[in-house]
């Protein structure tokens, strides 16, 4: 069966880095889409990025509040996703998960994903 078994996270000082991991099985990764959504406390899911299915091109997604600070990566060997995180800001505090609708497209809503992480919690303080 499809499992997401993620790790990574903790607590950074604003500024720092972290990078999440998320390990699938049940499935191939690089067939279809993946992405990782946030939920910080009292505040809906967000989405915070998507990786494309393989194939000609393969792409990627970032929300505005991520773009150029984070960068999501999959390594096929391991069956992984990663998401490098850098310059990390308070706002950035959340439990990060990792998702898949096994499509091969990125779809934004937390309701297009089937198969969640079980989540890890990124804390950004001095």
């Known amino acids: 069966q499809v499992q997401l078994v993620q790790s990574g996270g903790g607590l950074v000082q604003p500024g720092g880095s972290l990078r999440l991991s998320c390990a699938a099985s049940g499935f191939t990764l690089d067939s279809y889409a993946i992405g990782w959504f946030r939920q910080a406390p009292g505040k809906e899911r967000e989405w915070v990025s998507c990786?494309?299915?393989?194939?000609?091109?393969?792409?990627?997604y970032y929300a505005d509040s991520v773009k150029g600070r984070f960068t999501i990566s999959r390594d096929n060997a391991k069956n992984t996703l990663y998401l490098q995180m850098n310059s990390l800001k308070p706002e950035d505090t959340a439990v990060y998960y990792c998702?898949?609708?096994?499509?091969?497209?990125?779809?934004?809503?937390?309701?297009?994903?089937?198969?969640w992480g079980q989540g890890t919690q990124v804390t950004v303080s001095s």
């Open positions: 998702a898949t609708g096994l499509r091969s497209w990125c779809p934004r809503l937390p309701g297009e994903y089937d198969y």
């Open positions: 990786i494309s299915s393989s194939g000609r091109t393969t792409y990627t």
